[in-house]
């Protein structure tokens, strides 16, 4: 079966008027309503308008930076690389959005990225991970073997499920210490109940 999701045949060069933040955004309609059942299902609904004047959408629970950053994704200057020296925060909106809009191949993009700081906080690679079932092993461990305990803050980022698990993983961690030479990662795998899809590493984040 031929992969029709970026014919020219279904191509739509119409445009969309998006306001947000009292600023107006031209866009091209094709790509969003590729990408975004939401967004596509927006736009099929007939609305009103002045006559002679295109159709216009007010976003709410958007700002300005955050759907400047995911316009940034469709018309970036290089065709094939989205490797520009962005800050994380960047990635962060577009995932925002992303996940607001049900634009799974925009989520793999923004995540493969944030997923590849080095820095990143083992609390929020657990979740992204986990949103995702990606290889998580080495944020778990750092969580489950530092001194501090988790934040409340924390606890509402993870949810309920995450924080018992890895309450879990850090009680068999203290306990396996005493009582068998078993690796941390061992652990982190057997309580888990499963190996990641796939390591975020092995991503290509880029965008077909």
Partial sequence: MTDTSCSLDSFDSTNVNLIVEGTKYKIHRFFLSR???????????????????????????????????????????????????????????????????????????????????????????????????????????????????STSTEFQVLGIDLVLLIMQIRERIIGNRRESERTEEDIVVDIIGREPDMPYAMLNPEYC
């Fill in 35 to 149: 990408d975004s059942p939401v967004l596509r299902e927006m736009f099929s609904k007939p609305k009103e308008q002045a006559a002679g004047r295109e159709p216009e959408w007010t976003l709410s629970d958007v700002t300005k930076s955050e759907l400047e950053h995911l316009l940034w994704v469709y018309y970036n200057p290089s065709i094939n690389s989205y490797s520009a020296n962005l800050n994380i925060a960047v990635w962060r909106d577009v995932l925002k959005l992303a996940d607001m809009w049900q634009m799974y191949r925009i989520q793999r993009i923004a995540r493969g990225h944030i997923l590849g700081y080095q820095n990143l906080d083992p609390i929020e690679k657990i979740k992204l991970c986990e949103d995702c079932r990606y290889d998580a092993k080495d944020a778990y461990i750092k969580v489950c073997t530092r001194e501090e305990a």
